[in-house]
């Protein structure tokens, strides 16, 4: 379940998921063009481009067209231990300066099951003219709505994965 915390700028949120595949197979999902183009922060229609390079300290950039408006996501993969644990780091440029980071750990639960533990941490700037309670409902509503979103993206690699699957 999605949790969050208040009592500092970031926001943290940590989901769970289980994926009736093998680690390998999430691992690649993370790291690998094939997969990515389908369903992190983009779709195979609507990717303009995707480079990768998934490599310790290597980068990625995913272009992204909606509605005829570029959206630009790039980061870095700062540690690979390959089919076990990702750490990344994630920002939109056009945005803002920051980057957000992102742990994913995977493991098999038994055979055939992999459960993922993915954490993300983002900075929530606190704006001068905002109260201590609406700074903290701003976090809480940032937290929820990117919950959500993350939550929308693994359904999504959910399909991929079982697609990927039933190809195999």
């Known amino acids: ?19 009736k595949v093998e680690p390998e197979l999430v691992y690649q999902a993370w790291t690998e063009q094939r997969f990515l183009k389908q369903w992190f922060m983009t779709t195979e229609r609507t990717n303009k481009s995707i480079e990768i390079d998934a490599v310790q300290n290597g980068s990625y950039e995913i272009i992204d067209v909606r509605k005829g408006k570029e959206n630009i996501v790039k980061g870095s993969y700062v540690t690979l231990n390959p089919n076990e644990y990702i750490v990344m780091t994630i920002g939109m440029p056009e945005l803002s300066d920051s980057e957000d980071t992102i742990e ?44 959500h979103g993350f ?15 039933e190809e195999q």
């Open 151 to 165: 939550e929308m993206l693994f359904d999504k690699l959910q399909t991929t994965l079982e697609e990927y699957e």
């Open 1 to 19: 379940m999605a949790r969050y915390n208040v009592e500092n700028e970031n926001v943290e949120i940590q989901l769970e998921r289980l994926f």
């Open 104 to 147: 994913v750990e995977m493991f098999e639960r038994e055979p055939g099951i992999t459960q993922m533990i993915f954490n993300y941490t983002a900075y929530v700037p606190r704006e001068r003219r905002l109260t201590s309670l609406e700074y903290k409902q701003k976090k809480k509503e940032y937290h929820d709505s990117t919950a």
